[in-house]
């Protein structure tokens, strides 16, 4: 049984948990400038550079997905959002960004790994993906709407060598996560396919997108339905919604994916708003009623946290929604479906 099968068997019995933010937990940790950086020469500061600490800090990394594991996470992500040549061009390093991908994919998978020698209950490594700061939708140009900075074939490649070294370091699926651009999604998932073509077997894919504001559109502009009809031909295994806001802002559009998806929901939202300091103060208990609230409802398949939430909120919402149904996955009528901003739909 591959890993897509056995999850998709783990998440028909019961809701399964992801894990929560990296960026939060590093936080925590307090670190110095000289923290990050470590042993790996540099002209830049790479303080709040939280992917190279897989390097650095392998350690600090592990503990943090233990953390995770020992709440009841089952899904665990790689410190990977920001490990692209795009996004580590901020630091200097992109020549680094095999290194990070591999160690960061090494210390979650031994984990992981160690976890299921210890109680033999299944769990999985997800790859995770960044959308990068750059969009291939919009200009960054005001005078000139069409100019980009990047092009389709050059992001993908850019996604392509991540996606390899998180392979090569063992994951059982990419996550492209907090997808503000459905067109940079399109590329990291064609990165993926390529990838698969390379190696000859299937790469799993999960994607899960984010929203802008309360109207539920991402940055290029599509509500959560025209998303999903966008990026279904990749078949993910899951699709969902992740940080954004927290659970209660996110709910209308969780019931708008987890009607129009044809495949398992994935919502990880962050622990409430936050405040003047930008600090999250929502409790581990009220972001888990919340989620509780969408399970009742029938509209999860597996769910965790992003922004804000720490292992105590990733304990809180395996206790809420244990023994709970998962959502059940609808049977969708044969139909043309489009997108452009928004979704169409035209009946056979």
């Known amino acids: 049984m591959t890993a897509a099968e056995a999850f998709r068997a783990a998440a028909a019995a019961r809701i399964l948990i992801k894990d929560g933010p990296y960026g939060t937990a590093v936080q925590a940790l307090g670190l110095k400038p000289s923290d990050y950086a470590g042993e790996v ?6 303080k709040g550079n939280n992917d190279l600490l897989n390097i650095t800090r392998p350690d600090d990394i592990a503990g943090i997905c233990r953390r995770y594991i020992a709440a009841g996470a089952e899904l665990l992500a790689t410190n990977t959002f920001n ?75 850019v996604y392509r060598e991540q996606i390899d070294a998180l392979l090569d370091g063992g ?14 999604a399109k590329a990291a998932a064609f990165a993926a396919a390529e990838a698969a073509d390379a190696r000859g077997h299937d790469v799993p894919v999960m994607l899960s997108m984010t929203l802008t504001d309360l109207a539920g ?28 806001f927290g ?8 019931q708008a994916l987890a009607k129009v998806a044809d495949t398992l929901i994935m919502t990880y939202p962050n622990a409430g708003l936050p405040n003047d300091m930008g600090a999250y103060d929502e409790l581990p208990e009220t972001t888990a009623g919340l989620i509780r609230g969408w399970a009742d409802e029938g509209l999860v398949n597996i769910v965790g946290g992003c922004c804000g939430n720490t292992p105590e909120h990733i304990a809180a919402m395996a206790r809420a929604v244990a023994g709970l149904n998962p959502r059940t ?14 979704a169409h739909r035209f009946a056979a």
Do not use: M
Not at 225 to 239: D, T
Not at 334 to 340: E, N, W
């Open 217 to 244: 559109r991402n940055l290029s502009g599509q509500t959560v339905e025209a998303f999903w009809h966008s990026i279904a031909h990749v078949k993910p295994v899951a699709v969902g919604l992740n940080c954004s």
């Open 41 to 46: 020469a540099t002209n830049f500061d790479q």
């Open 83 to 157: 490990a692209n040549r795009i996004s580590q061009a901020d630091y200097g390093l992109e020549e680094k960004v095999r290194d990070i991908n591999l160690a960061a994919a090494g210390i979650i998978r031994r984990c992981v790994d160690e976890a299921i020698a210890a109680d033999s209950k299944p769990r999985w490594v997800a790859g995770s993906i960044g959308p990068t700061n750059k969009t291939l939708s919009l200009s960054p140009r005001v005078s000139d709407p069409g100019y980009r900075e990047v092009t389709f074939d050059g992001v993908k490649d």
């Open 329 to 342: 996955l609808p049977v969708l009528e044969p139909a043309l479906r489009l997108s452009g901003l928004e």
């Open 171 to 184: 994951v059982d699926f990419i996550l492209i996560e907090t997808v503000f651009d459905t067109l940079n």
């Open 247 to 254: 659970a209660t802002e996110l709910r209308p559009h969780v």
